[in-house]
């Protein structure tokens, strides 16, 4: 068997290596407790599965809040914003509200209001994922194989 100095190694890097050895064992037994022990299920976190109505809710929100204050990329179409025609509507709904409320109220009440909005609107058309009028299918799915 051979040893650190056998290899080659100077002292400086043995103690190196012996000291990062030691914490390393050190950061591992101490992280545990042994792993003797199950963790709580009460403090264990659990995933959040993202639903159809909270991720139309944020992306209509989001854009509805870009045409509001009139940025650059708010005229780009329902497509390029990745919204359905459903979530399209809602978007200018919800933006024509929110002009009226922005006029009336100012910025940071058009905002609140498109944020619940959106979300009452989304929520209620379970996200509103329904598929594009201008959507078909690929004409290769009637052969079954794609193109190549």
């Not at 012996?18 to 064992?25: E, G």
């Not at 992306?59 to 780009?76: D, F, I, M, P, R």
């Not at 989304?122 to 193109?147: I, K, M, Q, V, Y």
């Amino acid at each position: 068997m051979t040893t650190a100095g056998q290899c080659g190694l100077r002292p400086a890097a043995r103690r190196s290596l012996a000291l990062c050895a030691a914490l390393l064992s050190g950061a591992l037994t101490g992280c545990g407790g042994g792993g003797t022990a199950a963790p709580d299920p009460d403090t264990t976190p659990t995933a959040h599965h993202t639903s159809p109505a909270e991720i139309c809710a944020a992306l209509v929100s989001y854009w509805a809040k870009e045409a509001l204050k009139g940025s650059q990329w708010a005229g780009l179409d329902w497509e390029q914003k990745g919204l359905s025609n459903e979530q399209y509507a809602i978007h200018e709904e919800v933006v024509a509200e929110a002009r009226a409320e922005q006029a009336k109220h100012g910025d940071a009440a058009a905002g609140t209001l498109i944020d619940r909005r959106t979300a009452e609107r989304c929520a209620a058309a379970n996200g509103a994922t329904g598929s594009s009028e201008n959507w078909r299918e690929p004409d290769w799915t009637a052969t079954g194989t794609p193109p190549s």
